[in-house]
C-alpha cells in the first residue's frame, strides 16, 4: 500500500510573498512557525521543505521559521533565487511539505565512508543537484568527499557524464567546433576573448561558454560581461554564433552542465578546486557545448594551481584520458606560470588589457598578447586552419592586421552591444619598501589581495601591477595598485598588504 | 605598516532588531542592500560578516541583504540566535564588517587534499569552530575530509585535546569519577537514566553529561528533557552533584567540549559519525567532565553502527589508545546490538521505557533492566564499590530495592522536578501482512522510521515495538505503532513503512 501523502496531509495552500530577499542563489522561505501548515506539517527552522506552485512547477527550499508580525500566518515569504526558479505570481497558493528523502544522499555517505561509487550513484547525485535538491552541507560533503580520497579515471568518466546529461547539449552544423580552456590558477591568464576572436576571424566555429570565477579574481564569465552581455540564451547564443563564427558567454545561462555551477558555488566558499572534479567540469561543459577540438592551457608555477611541470604533465595525461572516452580531441600546452599576465587583475582590469592588445595598443601587455598567439595557434592547428607549427605565426597575423579587433568587436555588437569596462573609484598603490630586483611573485596571495579588494563580485576591483619577475624597482616606487569601490574592501586589501610583505619579493 | 581597518573605514553604526528568525544555531543578519554599512563595507548578500556590540561583544554571522521596505534602512535585523550570542537590546547601534579571512581554513583545505594535520592545525580548527567563525559549508568540509581519508591517532588525541581545551574543563573532589558512554547506533538503548541512578544510588560520583541525538531518532539528552530540566550550568550540574552524587544533563548547556556541539550538528545533517570524530567526541566530553573512569558500551549487530565483533573490538582498542593517553581508564562493553532495546524508540517513548524499568513495573522491558544493570555493574566495579564479577548483580539488587528510583526521583527533583513524558496525539499501527516468526528487524529503517514520524524534534513521536526476534505473530496483528503529533509527518512515515516492507522480516 502507497500513502498519497500530498492527499493524505490535506495540506491547506498558503500565498506566496516576494520578500526582496537576497541570497545568491539559496532557495529561502520563510513562514510563520505557528501557521497551520508548519503545525500540520510537522515543520522545524531549516527543514527541507518541497513547494509546489498550481501549475505543477517544484522547487526545494530551506524554512526558516518567524515569529513576529512582519510576516502574516497566511504568508509563505520567498528568497528572490526561489521566486524566479518557482515563477509565481504575488499571492499564489503553494503548497508546502517536507521534502523526501534522496536516496542519492546515500551514495554521498558511502563515499564520505572512503567508497568508489558506481555511474548510477553519480547520475544520481549529479541529477539531485543540478535540480537543487542538496543543501550547501551535502553539496560540500559530496565535494570534499571527491577530493579526500580522490577520484579515479572511471568515476571522472561516469561524474562527467553525469554532468553532460544532467542539461542541454547543443549540435553546431560544423563538423569541427574547436574550443580552449585555461585550467585557472594564474591571475590574469585572460586570452579567451583573443582567442576566440583569432579563430572565428580565421573561419573557424568556436562557441565558446565560460565559468565565472571558482577561487580566482575573475573568471572569463566576469571579464566578458565588462564588454558585452553574457547571459544568453541558447537562442541566442546560437544567433551570435550563426553570425559570427564565435561567442564567449556564460555557460550557466544556456544551462550546460547545470551541476557544474551548483559545484563551482560551494567549491568557491571553500576554496578547493581538485583534479577529478576539475576535469569533469572542463570536459563536461565542452562535450555539452557540442565541442570535438580542445586546446587545454595548463598554467605551470611554484605559486599556481599547478606547481610542476610532473603535476602539469599527469593533468594532462589525465585530461586526455576522460577526453579520449568521448571522443574529444584535445591538445594541452603547459605554460608559463611563475608570475600573473598582463597587468590587470579582476573582471574589468584584465578586459582593460584585452582591449589593449585586440587594438593593437603599443602599451598592451604583450605576455597576454604571446601567449594569446601561442594558444590562438594551437587552436588554428587542430581546426585544420593552419599547418602544423604555422598556427601562431597566423594568429599573429590576424592580430595585427586588426581583423580579431573587427571580429571581436562584431561578437561584441551580436552580444548586445560593446561595453566599456569601468574604473575603480578608489586607487592606492603599494610602494616598494627597497629598491633591487623583482626576484619572486607569489600569484595565490596576488589574487587574494584582489578577491579581497572586492573581485570579482565588485567588477572594477582588483590589483594592477605594475612590475614583472627581473625588473630593477626604485624604493619608493609602486610595484601595484590597489582598486576598489568602497572604503571598507580598500582597507581591507591594504591591510591584508601589509601584513603580506611576501607578495613580490625584491632582492637587492 | 598597518591599517587599522575599523578607523580607516569609519563604518557608521547600524541599529539591532529583533526579527523573530528561527534559524536553530545559524547567526543570521538582514541589512538592506541600500543600507550605508553594506555600501560603504562593500557587503554582497552571503558574505560571512563579524559583529560588534557596544560591550566589545563579537559574533560572525551570515548576511541577508533585503531590498523590501519591511527592513529599514537603519536596521540589522538579527536571527534569535544571533540575538542570544550578541546579547544586545533593540536599536542597540552595531558595527558590522567583512570576516576576515581565517587561518585555520587553509588546514582544512590541507586535509580535503588528503594532508594529515598537526595538533595546532586541530587546535585553530577547533577553536574556530567553538567560536562560531565556520558556515556550515566549512564545517561539512572539515567533518567530511577526515571521514573520507580516516584520522589516524594522533589526529584524534590532537582533535581531543583541542576539543577540551576549547571549553571549560570541570574538578570534582572524589578521587573516582564514573561514566558511561553508548556510542550509539541502537534505537532505544537508553540505560543511561537508569545507570547513573544506580550509581549514585552505591555512593559513586556521575556527573553525567549527554548528547542530543546525531543520526539516532533520540539521544539521552533528548529523552531526559522529557522527565526534568537537562539545560543547567555549572552552577546548577554542581549542586545536582554535590547533593545527589550524579546528574543527567545536557552537555552543551555546561560549555564543555563546546566544538562537538557544532560538529554534531552538522554530522546530524550529513547523517555521518565516523570513528575518529566519535573518539574525539566522546572522550573530549568525559576529559571534560572530569571523568576518570568511563564504561563504554559498543552495541554490534548486522544493522547496528558496528556491525562485526573485529569492528566493536577495533573501536574499543582505538577508544582505549586515545583515552589511555588522556589517562582515563575504560571498559569496553560489546553488547547485543541485533534489535532495538525496549519497546520505546523517540524520546518520550524510551522515557515511559526507562520510568517502568526503574518503577520495577512487572511489564517493563526486561531487555533493558538487564543491559542497564550490565553496564552499572561495570561502573561499580571499576568505580570500586563492587567486587569484580559482582557488579551486574549488586546493580540488580539496588534497582529491585528501589533504591535506584528514589535515587532517579531525588536527581530529577533538583533537576528543576520530575516531568511526565508525553503523549502523541496520532497513532497508527503498522500490521503483519502474514504469520510466522520475526527473524530480522533493520534497526536503521525503525530509526528512520521513527524521525520520518518526527523525533528527535518532537518529543513525543517516534516508533513503539510490539513484537522482539524470535516472537511468532498472526497475519493482521500489529508489529508496531507510529506515534506522530502532526498528520503530515504521520503520512510520511506510514508511506516509508509501506515502501520498506524489510523493516521486519516475519518467516512463515
Given at each position: 500500500?502507497?500513502?498519497?501523502?500530498?492527499?493524505?496531509?490535506?495540506?491547506?495552500?498558503?500565498?506566496?510573498?516576494r520578500?526582496?530577499?537576497?541570497?545568491?542563489h539559496?532557495?529561502?522561505i520563510?513562514?510563520?512557525?505557528?501557521?497551520?501548515?508548519?503545525?500540520?506539517?510537522?515543520?522545524?527552522?531549516?527543514?527541507?521543505?518541497?513547494?509546489s506552485?498550481?501549475?505543477?512547477?517544484?522547487?526545494?527550499?530551506?524554512?526558516?521559521?518567524?515569529?513576529?508580525?512582519?510576516?502574516?500566518?497566511?504568508?509563505?515569504?520567498?528568497?528572490?533565487?526561489?521566486?524566479?526558479?518557482?515563477?509565481?505570481?504575488?499571492?499564489?497558493?503553494?503548497?508546502?511539505?517536507?521534502?523526501?528523502?534522496?536516496?542519492?544522499l546515500?551514495?554521498?555517505?558511502?563515499?564520505?565512508?572512503?567508497?568508489?561509487?558506481?555511474?548510477?550513484?553519480?547520475?544520481?547525485?549529479v541529477?539531485?543537484?543540478a535540480?537543487?535538491?542538496?543543501?550547501?552541507i551535502?553539496?560540500?560533503?559530496?565535494?570534499?568527499?571527491?577530493?579526500?580520497?580522490?577520484?579515479?579515471?572511471?568515476?571522472?568518466?561516469?561524474?562527467?557524464?553525469?554532468?553532460?546529461?544532467?542539461g542541454?547539449?547543443?549540435?553546431?552544423?560544423?563538423?569541427?567546433?574547436?574550443?580552449?580552456?585555461?585550467?585557472?590558477?594564474?591571475?590574469?591568464?585572460?586570452?579567451?576573448?583573443?582567442?576566440?576572436?583569432?579563430?572565428?576571424?580565421?573561419?573557424?566555429?568556436?562557441?565558446?561558454?565560460?565559468?565565472?570565477?571558482?577561487?580566482?579574481?575573475?573568471?572569463?564569465?566576469?571579464?566578458?560581461?565588462?564588454?558585452?552581455?553574457?547571459?544568453?540564451?541558447?537562442?541566442?547564443?546560437?544567433?551570435?554564433?550563426?553570425?559570427?563564427?564565435?561567442?564567449?558567454?556564460?555557460?550557466?545561462?544556456?544551462?550546460?552542465?547545470?551541476?557544474?555551477d551548483?559545484?563551482?558555488?560551494?567549491?568557491?566558499?571553500?576554496?578547493?578546486?581538485t583534479?577529478?572534479?576539475?576535469?569533469?567540469?572542463?570536459?563536461?561543459?565542452?562535450?555539452?557545448?557540442?565541442?570535438?577540438?580542445?586546446?587545454?592551457?595548463?598554467?605551470?608555477?611554484?605559486?599556481?594551481?599547478?606547481?610542476?611541470?610532473?603535476?602539469g604533465?599527469?593533468?594532462?595525461r589525465?585530461?586526455?584520458?576522460v577526453?579520449?572516452?568521448?571522443?574529444?580531441?584535445?591538445?594541452?600546452?603547459?605554460?608559463?606560470?611563475?608570475?600573473?599576465?598582463?597587468?590587470?587583475?579582476?573582471p574589468?582590469?584584465?578586459?582593460?588589457?584585452?582591449?589593449?592588445?585586440?587594438?593593437?595598443?603599443?602599451?598592451?601587455?604583450?605576455?597576454?598578447?604571446?601567449?594569446?598567439?601561442?594558444?590562438?595557434?594551437?587552436?588554428?592547428?587542430?581546426?585544420?586552419?593552419?599547418?602544423?607549427?604555422?598556427?601562431?605565426?597566423?594568429?599573429?597575423?590576424?592580430?595585427?592586421?586588426?581583423?580579431?579587433?573587427?571580429k571581436f568587436?562584431?561578437?561584441?555588437?551580436?552580444?548586445?552591444?560593446?561595453?566599456?569596462?569601468?574604473?575603480?573609484?578608489?586607487?592606492?598603490p603599494?610602494?616598494?619598501t627597497?629598491?633591487?630586483?623583482?626576484?619572486?611573485?607569489?600569484?595565490?596571495?596576488?589574487?587574494?589581495?584582489?578577491?579581497?579588494?572586492?573581485?570579482?563580485?565588485?567588477?572594477?576591483?582588483?590589483?594592477?601591477?605594475?612590475?614583472?619577475?627581473?625588473?630593477?624597482?626604485?624604493?619608493g616606487?609602486?610595484?601595484?595598485?590597489?582598486?576598489?569601490?568602497?572604503?571598507g574592501?580598500?582597507?581591507?586589501a591594504?591591510?591584508?598588504?601589509?601584513?603580506?610583505?611576501?607578495?613580490?619579493?625584491?632582492?637587492?
Open positions: 500500500m502507497t500513502v498519497d501523502t500530498s492527499a493524505d496531509t490535506g495540506a491547506p495552500a498558503i500565498r506566496a510573498r520578500m526582496g530577499l537576497l541570497s545568491q539559496e532557495a529561502i520563510l513562514m510563520r512557525s505557528d501557521c497551520h501548515v508548519c503545525r500540520a506539517e510537522g515543520l522545524y527552522a531549516r527543514a527541507q521543505v518541497v513547494i506552485g498550481p501549475d505543477g512547477r517544484q522547487a526545494y527550499a530551506t524554512l526558516y521559521q518567524v515569529e513576529d508580525d512582519w510576516l502574516a500566518p497566511g504568508e509563505a515569504g520567498l528568497s528572490e533565487a526561489l521566486w524566479n526558479r518557482l515563477g509565481v505570481a504575488a499571492g499564489t497558493p503553494l503548497h508546502i511539505r517536507h521534502a523526501p528523502p534522496l536516496e542519492s546515500s551514495s554521498v555517505r558511502r563515499r564520505v565512508h572512503g567508497q568508489r561509487l558506481s555511474a548510477e550513484a553519480y547520475r544520481g547525485i541529477d539531485d543537484a535540480a537543487g535538491r542538496y543543501t550547501d551535502h553539496l560540500a560533503a559530496f565535494l570534499t568527499a571527491s577530493s579526500a580520497l580522490p577520484l579515479d579515471q572511471d568515476e571522472v568518466i561516469a561524474l562527467t557524464e553525469a554532468m553532460v546529461d544532467a542541454d547539449r547543443l549540435a553546431w552544423p560544423a563538423g569541427i567546433v574547436v574550443d580552449k580552456h585555461c585550467v585557472g590558477g594564474l591571475p590574469g591568464n585572460r586570452t579567451t576573448p583573443i582567442v576566440v576572436a583569432i579563430a572565428a576571424a580565421c573561419g573557424l566555429t568556436m562557441p565558446k561558454t565560460s565559468s565565472r570565477a571558482i577561487t580566482s579574481p575573475a573568471g572569463t564569465a566576469d571579464t566578458m560581461e565588462t564588454m558585452a552581455l553574457v547571459d544568453l540564451d541558447l537562442k541566442g547564443m546560437r544567433r551570435v554564433v550563426e553570425q559570427e563564427g564565435g561567442c564567449i558567454v556564460w555557460g550557466k545561462a544556456v544551462n550546460l552542465s547545470p551541476a557544474d551548483v559545484f563551482i558555488r560551494v567549491e568557491r566558499v571553500l576554496d578547493i578546486d583534479e577529478g572534479q576539475l576535469i569533469a567540469s572542463v570536459l563536461s561543459k565542452k562535450i555539452a557545448a557540442g565541442s570535438s577540438h580542445v586546446v587545454l592551457d595548463i598554467p605551470v608555477g611554484a605559486t599556481a594551481k599547478v606547481r610542476t611541470d610532473e603535476a604533465e599527469a593533468l594532462a589525465a585530461l586526455e584520458g577526453a579520449a572516452h568521448f571522443g574529444l580531441t584535445t591538445r594541452c600546452i603547459l605554460s608559463d606560470g611563475a608570475q600573473p599576465v598582463g597587468r590587470g587583475i579582476g574589468a582590469l584584465e578586459a582593460h588589457d584585452v582591449l589593449a592588445v585586440l587594438q593593437n595598443d603599443p602599451n598592451a601587455p604583450q605576455d597576454l598578447r604571446r601567449r594569446a598567439c601561442l594558444l590562438a595557434g594551437a587552436a588554428l592547428e587542430i581546426g585544420g586552419v593552419a599547418p602544423a607549427g604555422e598556427g601562431a605565426r597566423k594568429a599573429e597575423q590576424v592580430l595585427a592586421g586588426g581583423q580579431a579587433w573587427a568587436q562584431a561578437i561584441c555588437r551580436a552580444q548586445g552591444g560593446l561595453r566599456t569596462p569601468g574604473v575603480a573609484s578608489q586607487r592606492r603599494l610602494l616598494a627597497h629598491g633591487g630586483r623583482v626576484t619572486h611573485i607569489n600569484n595565490r596571495k596576488i589574487a587574494r589581495l584582489a578577491k579581497l579588494a572586492g573581485a570579482p563580485d565588485v567588477k572594477v576591483a582588483g590589483v594592477r601591477m605594475f612590475v614583472r619577475l627581473g625588473d630593477e624597482v626604485q624604493a616606487a609602486p610595484v601595484l595598485d590597489v582598486h576598489a569601490d568602497s572604503p574592501e580598500m582597507a581591507y591594504m591591510d591584508y598588504a601589509h601584513h603580506n610583505p611576501d607578495l613580490l619579493e625584491i632582492e637587492a
